[in-house]
């Protein structure tokens, strides 16, 4: 008899007595990253889990002429069978998908894919049926210790300082109307026509930008965007051609020249304002301009601790996907997009850039979306074999540290934010950032540095988010705290 310290409750007896099925699995490998595997459960486990079934519901079962649970076994069991079916269907392939899962030699990274209605519950003999998994390919580990990497130094100037305030401070400037025609450093207010031939694709309208020489969008760029519209005056017409990228949702328009019919409805001039008193305590509470130059340079030099990370993170990657030769194909790289593209706006958010540098970006990851996706993936795979090697792991303070950045950036409470990322189910990329960055870390604390100027790059882009294809993406950034004021330079927690 077994001691009270040993003795085990009816159902974890039940759940631990549970035997194994009987499977044949045949699992064959169209490429590095897909499975295709097809599962034979045996006749005596359909069975089985009938039995099971039965004797659960036994004890229940209203049967005319009978007290609900005193109807005969077998007279229950011919009354119920069939409604039984897609009960012990689903029990039976959750636990063949997952006993199978566990006994192949791969590691899931996408859920089985499989029509449960077509697969049929045979009256006799075993079930099969079959499924699609993706999988983390099998490789080799490279060499990550002692890589020899390049870090990038630099010391911000004042007058370096002085040009990004000024940049800030046009969030909190006049705009004017204009006469006349437009100017460099001057923004448009337009309406675009997007036509393939004579079909009109998609419109903007009325949508203010900053003179500049690129224009983006999800799908294209107009090129020479400052040139095509300088000298225009209100009223006036002109005419653009763009290629469309080759990854644009619209399949027949890839790689396809369309044109763009850009009508100016208004030119403005932007005046700065002037740094009064109450200027500085409005927009977060300064004492006076030099400590919202301390805040500038903080910010850039959160911005260089950003673009540091990346450089080395692209040297990394370079060489420990040097011989990833591997298969990914482009259905599963479309998948696996937005998780990188939700990774890349929560570590830009974190990082201090402003919502324009996010939306160029993005426009950026969409038009080449299958190659970042695909040396995103390679670099994910290894940093997840060196993570379980190493067992790191995200922890709560690193979430809280996380979303605490994002807050201080988007001028919200960490609460908020924290919200938001779990209603768009983005706290799994918050992880695989958190996890990647410490993986990063181990691998430069084992690295040798030579250490290169920082060159940044010149700001030559205005972005709109918006697929001249017609395409419609979900917005990953924000909406503005501020109905019509500009973000705050010193959060909160910097003023209390």
Same mark, same amino acid.
């Given at each position: 008899?077994?001691?009270?310290?040993?003795?085990?409750?009816?159902?974890?007896?039940?759940?631990?007595?549970?035997?194994?099925?009987?499977?044949?699995?045949?699992?064959?490998?169209?490429?590095?990253?897909?499975?295709?595997?097809?599962?034979?459960?045996?006749?005596?486990?359909?069975?089985?889990?009938?039995?099971?079934?039965?004797?659960?519901?036994?004890?229940?079962?209203?049967?005319?002429?009978?007290?609900?649970?005193?109807?005969?076994?077998?007279?229950?069991?011919?009354?119920?069978?069939?409604?039984?079916?897609?009960?012990?269907?689903?029990?039976?392939?959750?636990?063949?998908?997952?006993?199978?899962?566990?006994?192949?030699?791969?590691?899931?990274?996408?859920?089985?894919?499989?029509?449960?209605?077509?697969?049929?519950?045979?009256?006799?003999?075993?079930?099969?049926?079959?499924?699609?998994?993706?999988?983390?390919?099998?490789?080799?580990?490279?060499?990550?210790?002692?890589?020899?990497?390049?870090?990038?130094?630099?010391?911000?100037?004042?007058?370096?300082?002085?040009?990004?305030?000024?940049?800030?401070?046009?969030?909190?400037?006049?705009?004017?109307?204009?006469?006349?025609?437009?100017?460099?450093?001057?923004?448009?207010?337009?309406?675009?026509?997007?036509?393939?031939?004579?079909?009109?694709?998609?419109?903007?309208?009325?949508?203010?930008?900053?003179?500049?020489?690129?224009?983006?969008?999800?799908?294209?760029?107009?090129?020479?965007?400052?040139?095509?519209?300088?000298?225009?005056?209100?009223?006036?017409?002109?005419?653009?051609?763009?290629?469309?990228?080759?990854?644009?949702?619209?399949?027949?328009?890839?790689?396809?020249?369309?044109?763009?019919?850009?009508?100016?409805?208004?030119?403005?001039?932007?005046?700065?304002?002037?740094?009064?008193?109450?200027?500085?305590?409005?927009?977060?509470?300064?004492?006076?301009?030099?400590?919202?130059?301390?805040?500038?340079?903080?910010?850039?030099?959160?911005?260089?601790?950003?673009?540091? $990370?990346?450089?080395? /993170? *692209?040297? %990394?990657?370079? #060489?420990?996907?040097?011989?990833?030769?591997? &298969?990914? +194909?482009? !259905?599963?790289?479309?998948?696996?997009?937005?998780?990188?593209?939700?990774?890349?706006?929560?570590?830009?958010?974190?990082?201090?850039?402003?919502?324009?540098?996010?939306?160029?970006?993005?426009?950026?990851?969409?038009?080449?979306?299958?190659?970042?996706?695909?040396?995103?993936?390679?670099?994910?795979?290894?940093?997840?074999?060196?993570?379980?090697?190493?067992?790191?792991?995200?922890?709560?303070?690193?979430?809280?540290?996380?979303?605490?950045?994002?807050?201080?950036?988007?001028?919200?409470?960490?609460?908020?934010?924290?919200?938001?990322?779990?209603?768009?189910?983005?706290?799994?990329?918050?992880?695989? $950032?958190?996890?990647? /960055? *410490?993986? %990063?870390?181990? #691998?430069?604390?084992?690295?040798?540095?030579? &250490?290169? +100027?920082? !060159?940044?790059?010149?700001?030559?882009?205005?972005?709109?988010?918006?697929?001249?294809?017609?395409?419609?993406?979900?917005?990953?950034?924000?909406?503005?705290?501020?109905?019509?004021?500009?973000?705050?330079?010193?959060?909160?927690?910097?003023?209390?």
């Amino acid at each position: 008899m077994a001691t009270p310290d040993t003795e085990l409750a009816p159902e974890e007896a039940s759940e631990q007595e549970k035997p194994k099925l009987a499977l044949e699995v045949k699992v064959d490998t169209p490429s590095a990253c897909q499975r295709h595997v097809t599962v034979t459960v045996a006749r005596n486990d359909i069975e089985r889990y009938f039995s099971e079934a039965f004797d659960d519901l036994a004890p229940k079962a209203e049967v005319a002429g009978f007290r609900p649970g005193r109807a005969p076994r077998k007279l229950v069991e011919s009354r119920f069978r069939e409604q039984m079916a897609s009960q012990v269907k689903g029990s039976l392939l959750m636990d063949s998908v997952t006993q199978a899962s566990e006994e192949c030699d791969f590691s899931a990274i996408s859920e089985p894919d499989f029509d449960f209605e077509a697969i049929e519950l045979p009256d006799d003999g075993p079930m099969t049926f079959e499924f699609d998994i993706e999988v983390r390919p099998e490789f080799d580990m490279p060499e990550w210790k002692g890589l020899k990497l390049e870090r990038q130094e630099h010391e911000y100037s004042d007058d370096e300082v002085s040009e990004h305030l000024t940049g800030l401070l046009t969030r909190y400037g006049k705009i004017t109307s204009k006469d006349g025609a437009a100017e460099a450093g001057d923004q448009v207010t337009l309406n675009i026509a997007f036509k393939d031939g004579e079909e009109e694709l998609s419109t903007v309208e009325q949508h203010t930008v900053e003179i500049k020489p690129t224009l983006s969008f999800s799908d294209g760029n107009i090129e020479g965007f400052d040139k095509l519209v300088t000298g225009a005056s209100v009223g006036d017409h002109r005419e653009a051609k763009i290629t469309i990228s080759e990854e644009a949702e619209n399949e027949a328009l890839r790689g396809k020249e369309v044109s763009a019919d850009i009508e100016i409805r208004e030119v403005q001039h932007l005046d700065l304002p002037e740094m009064t008193p109450a200027f500085l305590d409005r927009i977060g509470g300064f004492e006076d301009e030099e400590e919202l130059r301390d805040a500038v340079r903080g910010e850039l030099e959160r911005q260089l601790t950003y673009h540091q $990370q990346q450089k080395i /993170r *692209k040297q %990394i990657t370079a #060489i420990l996907t040097k011989d990833a030769k591997w &298969e990914l +194909p482009p !259905e599963m790289l479309r998948r696996q997009g937005r998780r990188e593209m939700e990774r890349a706006v929560l570590e830009l958010r974190s990082s201090g850039f402003s919502d324009d540098v996010i939306r160029q970006h993005q426009n950026q990851l969409r038009q080449n979306s299958l190659a970042s996706t695909e040396r995103a993936l390679k670099e994910h795979f290894i940093f997840e074999r060196i993570a379980e090697e190493h067992e790191i792991d995200a922890e709560p303070s690193d979430y809280d540290a996380e979303i605490l950045l994002i807050a201080r950036q988007s001028q919200e409470s960490p609460r908020r934010v924290r919200a938001r990322l779990e209603k768009r189910g983005q706290m799994d990329a918050l992880r695989n $950032q958190i996890i990647e /960055r *410490k993986v %990063i870390e181990l #691998i430069t604390d084992a690295a040798e540095f030579t &250490e290169t +100027p920082f !060159e940044a790059e010149k700001d030559e882009t205005s972005a709109i988010d918006h697929s001249i294809t017609g395409f419609v993406h979900e917005d990953e950034i924000p909406e503005a705290k501020y109905g019509g004021d500009a973000e705050e330079l010193k959060t909160p927690d910097d003023r209390s």
